[in-house]
Each structure stands twice: as structure tokens, then as C-alpha cells.
């Protein structure tokens, strides 16, 4: 009788973070498990910049200076490229995905039907998007691995690295689309990733910039989330690494805090 009434209490209380979390995981997992292959789009645009632009550029360039060390083109590009891969698979769930299932399948206020809170659904739409840019990053290192360009052990960290910057890129772009009124709106999602992918110190040293625009570029989470997969791709650490760590986690975390605040607003008034 007593381990019914705490099953019961249990149920009646609702999940636990955890288990909410794990929750909506396993549901996305379901609703992808039959294409899986749409995994693959934002996987394989960085390895075609990886191969076009490293290598075939790289031939024309001996290589840059990086925390004082040379280092070729091609391993000057690539941790850029992973960073940017892990930055593609979280925005995708975290603004068109989420915007759809906020605006137009209503899977939201279902799931408000249940014992699940916005909080709850908030942390498992960003552990989703966290995860896909994780399984992106991964995969990239294995091709940078198979193409000798990774010189530091230091780069068993690139996939909590890489978690880092889908955490910053999942929270703020799911809060920006919370303000998202319609689907030409995510123009403005491509008018803001697209310069930073290619000026976010992806292609060359933020060194090549004037002072006043390198201070700009210094202030995006993608510049951040670079030099941290650079410097631990190369083993050059700095400071730097601290900074984009603290960096990329308070982003991610102002980010999750507003989501949750708009789905109180959007979904409970």
C-alpha cells in the first residue's frame, strides 16, 4: 500500500527534470528515427567548405601564425569548420523545428496538457538541438582525425566544446524565435549566421581586421566557440579558452531563461 501512494505521489508531483528531459528526448529520437539522412544536410556543408576551401585553398597558402605557432591552412580551417557544424545542428531544431512545433502543430500546448512545464519543455528542446550539434561535431573530428589534422590531444575535448556552442546557439536562437511571427522572419536567422561563418576568424587570423571590427567579432558566440575548437585542436590554450567557455554556457543559459518566459507568456496567458 505505501509503494502504491508513492507511486502515486510521484505521479501527481510529475517527472523530474531529469526524466522530463529524457522524455522529450526519446521523442524526438522517435519522430527522426525514419530520416535519420536529414541528419546528414548540416553535417556536409563544413566538410565541402573543409575540402574546397582547406585543402584546395590551402595549397595556395603556406599557413598562419596561431597563439605563436604555424600551423597549415587546411588545420587552421577545420576546427573553424567544426565549430560552425556544431552551430548548424543546433539553429536547426532551435528555430525552424521549434518555431513549427510552437506555431502550427501546437506539440507544445499538448505537452502542457501533461504534467510537463515550459521549463521542461524549454530544457528538452535545447538538450535536443545540443545533442544533434554534438553528433555533427563528432562526426567532423572523425574526418579531421582520418585527414591528419589534429596535432594536440587536447582535442578529446572538441566534443564538449562543440556541446558548449550548440548550448549558446540552441538557447538564443529558440529565444529569438519565441518573437518569430512568420516564416519570412528567419531571414533574419541567415542575415545573422551567415557573416558570422564567414568572418568569425573561420577563414583567416581575426588579425586581418581593424581594431574597431576585430572588437565586434570578438563579441559573437561563433568567434568564441572557433578559437576554443582551435586552440584545442592545435594545443595552442590560452586564456582565451576560459573566456569562450564562460562565454558560450552564460549565453546558453540567459538564452534558456528567456524561452521559458516567453512559453509562460505564450502558452499560459
Given at each position: 500500500?505505501?509503494?502504491?501512494?508513492?507511486?502515486?505521489?510521484?505521479?501527481?508531483?510529475?517527472?523530474?527534470?531529469?526524466?522530463?528531459?529524457?522524455?522529450?528526448?526519446?521523442?524526438?529520437?522517435?519522430?527522426?528515427?525514419?530520416?535519420?539522412?536529414?541528419?546528414?544536410?548540416?553535417?556536409?556543408?563544413?566538410?565541402?567548405?573543409?575540402?574546397?576551401?582547406?585543402?584546395?585553398?590551402?595549397?595556395?597558402?603556406?599557413?598562419?601564425?596561431?597563439?605563436?605557432?604555424?600551423?597549415?591552412?587546411?588545420?587552421?580551417?577545420?576546427?573553424?569548420?567544426?565549430?560552425?557544424?556544431?552551430?548548424?545542428?543546433?539553429?536547426?531544431?532551435?528555430?525552424?523545428?521549434?518555431?513549427?512545433?510552437?506555431?502550427?502543430?501546437?506539440?507544445?500546448?499538448?505537452?502542457?496538457?501533461?504534467?510537463?512545464?515550459?521549463?521542461?519543455?524549454?530544457?528538452?528542446?535545447?538538450?535536443?538541438?545540443?545533442?544533434?550539434?554534438?553528433?555533427?561535431?563528432?562526426?567532423?573530428?572523425?574526418?579531421?582525425?582520418?585527414?591528419?589534422?589534429?596535432?594536440?590531444?587536447?582535442?578529446?575535448?572538441?566534443?564538449?566544446?562543440?556541446?558548449?556552442?550548440?548550448?549558446?546557439?540552441?538557447?538564443?536562437?529558440?529565444?529569438?524565435?519565441?518573437?518569430?511571427?512568420?516564416?519570412?522572419?528567419?531571414?533574419?536567422?541567415?542575415?545573422?549566421?551567415?557573416?558570422?561563418?564567414?568572418?568569425?576568424?573561420?577563414?583567416?587570423?581575426?588579425?586581418?581586421?581593424?581594431?574597431?571590427?576585430?572588437?565586434?567579432?570578438?563579441?559573437?558566440?561563433?568567434?568564441?566557440?572557433?578559437?576554443?575548437?582551435?586552440?584545442?585542436?592545435?594545443?595552442?590554450?590560452?586564456?582565451?579558452?576560459?573566456?569562450s567557455v564562460v562565454y558560450l554556457?552564460?549565453?546558453?543559459?540567459?538564452?534558456l531563461m528567456i524561452v521559458r518566459?516567453?512559453?509562460?507568456?505564450?502558452?499560459?496567458?
Amino acid at each position: 500500500m505505501a509503494m502504491l501512494t508513492s507511486a502515486v505521489a510521484r505521479a501527481a508531483s510529475g517527472p523530474t527534470p531529469t526524466e522530463a528531459t529524457g522524455l522529450l528526448l526519446y521523442r524526438n529520437f522517435l519522430a527522426y528515427r525514419r530520416a535519420w539522412y536529414i541528419f546528414a544536410t548540416g553535417f556536409l556543408e563544413p566538410v565541402f567548405y573543409l575540402f574546397s576551401i582547406g585543402v584546395g585553398v590551402g595549397q595556395l597558402i603556406s599557413g598562419f601564425e596561431f597563439n605563436g605557432q604555424t600551423i597549415p591552412y587546411a588545420e587552421f580551417v577545420a576546427p573553424g569548420m567544426l565549430a560552425a557544424s556544431a552551430m548548424n545542428g543546433s539553429l536547426l531544431d532551435s528555430t525552424f523545428n521549434f518555431f513549427f512545433k510552437l506555431k502550427y502543430n501546437k506539440l507544445f500546448d499538448q505537452m502542457l496538457a501533461t504534467p510537463l512545464g515550459t521549463m521542461d519543455i524549454a530544457r528538452g528542446e535545447l538538450s535536443w538541438s545540443l545533442l544533434r550539434g554534438g553528433i555533427y561535431s563528432a562526426g567532423f573530428l572523425v574526418v579531421m582525425l582520418a585527414m591528419g589534422l589534429v596535432s594536440s590531444w587536447w582535442a578529446v575535448l572538441v566534443v564538449p566544446a562543440a556541446l558548449l556552442i550548440g548550448l549558446a546557439f540552441g538557447g538564443v536562437c529558440m529565444a529569438l524565435t519565441t518573437f518569430m511571427r512568420s516564416w519570412q522572419d528567419f531571414e533574419f536567422v541567415t542575415l545573422a549566421t551567415l557573416p558570422m561563418f564567414l568572418f568569425s576568424a573561420t577563414f583567416f587570423p581575426i588579425t586581418a581586421f581593424p581594431a574597431g571590427v576585430r572588437w565586434v567579432v570578438e563579441c559573437t558566440p561563433l568567434y568564441r566557440g572557433v578559437v576554443l575548437c582551435r586552440e584545442l585542436t592545435t594545443g595552442a590554450l590560452s586564456w582565451g579558452s576560459a573566456v569562450s567557455v564562460v562565454y558560450l554556457v552564460a549565453m546558453g543559459l540567459v538564452g534558456l531563461m528567456i524561452v521559458r518566459r516567453r512559453l509562460d507568456k505564450l502558452l499560459l496567458t
